[in-house]
């Protein structure tokens, strides 16, 4: 994968309920709106505006760039409702998880159409702290550049990245730690990687900045020697963030320090 070339959005599930529950509302209202006697024309009369107001709720779905941004912070909130009213629907039905990606990647394609025009100038890269093997004692939290990049986890992989391409992040562990440093720091853009629960709170914490989501993936278990795709990473930033002066074009300003050591 180059940094061009962004993983499919696989956000149909989510779409679908998130569409289909009130246009076919809408087109059932309108239908038992046809059929209702002209002598109670009242009841026709409201059965046409319930019918409109299910197309009114549904519109701010198809808000697209520049629209969809400045109108981000209610769309967020409103579909997080969704995704929390449902989910107790889909994790009985086992699927809880595929519902969560499937807000997560429609969240991340309209964010990706907001930004491939006209990219992010001032991105955030939000990081948890379970990134770091558990035994290292880097003390990474204080100070990234702690790291041995011995290559044993993905600090490792993403410190060298930070550093040449000029990136702004935080490594946190503490989710409220991270939402007050976006706050401090007022982004255009996020891109945050952590695990799906935490992602969906972050994305209805700050619903109003624009924030590309990142899965963590946990082969062992939640919240230990956690892992994610750096190639995703990359992808995201090149595809929807200007690229910063890097150290090719500025060598004298971008000095990698490597330290001596072992995790
Ligand atoms: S020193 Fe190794 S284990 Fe520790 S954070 Fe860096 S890459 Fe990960």
């Known amino acids: 994968m180059d940094r061009g070339d962004l993983p499919p959005e696989r956000f149909r599930l989510f779409l679908a309920v998130r569409r289909g529950v009130p246009l076919g509302l809408a087109a059932i209202l309108m239908g038992l709106a046809l059929l209702e006697p002209v002598r109670h024309g009242w009841g026709r009369g409201w059965l046409i505006l ?21 109108a981000r912070g209610p769309i967020m909130k409103w579909d997080a409702g969704w995704v929390y009213l449902l989910r107790p629907i889909f994790r009985w039905l086992g699927h809880e998880e595929d519902w969560i990606l499937s807000f997560c990647a429609w969240n991340n394609h ?58 702004q992040s935080r490594i946190t562990n503490r989710s409220h730690k991270a ?34 989501v990142i899965p963590l993936e946990l082969p062992h278990r939640m919240c230990v020697d956690t892992t ?36």
């Open 110 to 167: 309209r964010v990706r159409e907001s930004f491939e025009a006209r990219k992010a100038r001032k991105a955030l890269i939000l990081l948890p702290h379970c990134i770091q093997m558990a035994r290292c004692k880097a003390d990474v939290l204080t100070e990234l550049s702690s790291c041995y990049e011995c290559g044993l986890c993905p600090v490792g992989d993403y410190l060298p990245l930070q550093l040449t391409l000029g990136w």
């Open 228 to 263: 994610f795709s750096v190639p995703h990473l990359m992808a995201a930033m090149g595809t929807l963030v200007e690229p910063r002066e890097t150290a090719a074009e500025t060598p004298e300003k971008v000095l990698p320090f490597h330290r001596e050591g072992i995790a």
């Open 50 to 70: 319930a019918a409109m107001a299910c197309l009114g709720e549904v519109w701010p779905t198809f808000k697209r760039g520049r629209a969809y941004l400045a």
């Open 179 to 212: 939402y007050r440093e976006a706050r401090e720091y007022r982004p255009d853009l996020i891109v945050a990687v952590s695990c799906l629960d935490r992602l969906l709170k972050g994305l209805v914490k700050l619903p109003e900045v624009p924030c590309y």
